[in-house]
C-alpha cells in the first residue's frame, strides 16, 4: 500500500550529529523523499505533534525533550517526508522499537537510544506510526507548497495554498483539538 511517512531526527539525534546516518539509512529505501526542512519546535507544535499522549505521566518531560530544553536548547530539528509502498513498516524498521532498550541493536533507536533516569526514551528518531498519523504528521510540519508531490488535497485559502483539511483524518486515539484548527474564513 502507498503510504506517507514523517520522520524527525529529534534534539539528540541532532546534538549527537546522527542527521546524517539517519537520512543514509532511509536512503537505502525505496521511499521516495518529497520534502525536508529545519523545523523550529515550539512548545505548541510539539504539544499538537504529541496530542495522543497528552494524560501520559511522561508528557512535560516530553515535551522539554522534543523542544530541545533537554539538549542545550537545540531547537531546531530536521524533519522529511517521504512516500512510497509499505511506508510505515519500512521506515519503523529502520527506527526500532520506541524504547530503545527493547530496539534491535542495529536499528537506529537501538544503536543510538537511550533511557533517561527520569524516564524518558530518547530515541533519536520520530517515524509515524500508521498511514493516518502520516497524513497528520506531514499536514502539521509541512505546507503543501514544502512538499514536491501532491500528496493531499489542498487548496488556496487567504492567498495561499493550504491543506484542504488541516488536521486530516481523525486519529483512533481522540480527535482532533477543535481550537488547534485555523479558523475557517468566508470568501
Ligand atoms: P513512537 O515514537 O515509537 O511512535 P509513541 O508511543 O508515539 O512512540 O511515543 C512518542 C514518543 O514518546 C516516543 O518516541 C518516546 O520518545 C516517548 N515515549 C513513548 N512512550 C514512552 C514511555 O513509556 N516512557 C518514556 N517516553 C516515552
Ligand atoms: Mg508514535
Redesign the pocket.
Known amino acids: 500500500m502507498n503510504e506517507c511517512i514523517l520522520l524527525i531526527v529529534?534534539p539528540d539525534g541532532m546534538v549527537k550529529g546522527l542527521a546524517g546516518h539517519v537520512l543514509r539509512r532511509f536512503e537505502e529505501t525505496d521511499l521516495k523523499l518529497v520534502g525536508a526542512r529545519l523545523a523550529r519546535v515550539t512548545r505548541e507544535l510539539a504539544a499538537t505533534h504529541?496530542h495522543?499522549?497528552r494524560d501520559?505521566p511522561?508528557f512535560d518531560?516530553?515535551i522539554r525533550?522534543?523542544t530541545g530544553e533537554l539538549h542545550g536548547g537545540q531547537d531546531t530539528v530536521l524533519a522529511f517526508a517521504y512516500t512510497g509502498e509499505d511506508a510505515v513498516s519500512k521506515g519503523?524498521a529502520i527506527?526500532g522499537?520506541?524504547?530503545p532498550e527493547e530496539a534491535d541493536y542495529r536499528s537506529i533507536r537501538g544503536s543510538f537510544g537511550r533511557?533517561t533516569t527520569k524516564?524518558?526514551?530518547?530515541?533519536v528518531v520520530?517515524?509515524?506510526?500508521d498511514a493516518i498519523?502520516g497524513e497528520r504528521e506531514i499536514k502539521l510540519w509541512f505546507s503543501p507548497d514544502q512538499v514536491t508531490a501532491d500528496l493531499f488535497p489542498a487548496v488556496v485559502r487567504d492567498g495561499r495554498r493550504q491543506w484542504t483539511d488541516p488536521g486530516g483524518p481523525k486519529t483512533r486515539t481522540g480527535p482532533w483539538p477543535e481550537e488547534k484548527r485555523p479558523p475557517r474564513t468566508r470568501v
Open positions: 529529534k504529541y495522543h499522549l501520559k511522561f518531560e516530553l525533550f522534543i519503523r527506527a522499537a520506541t524504547n533511557v524516564g524518558v526514551f530518547e530515541n520520530h517515524v509515524s506510526s498519523e
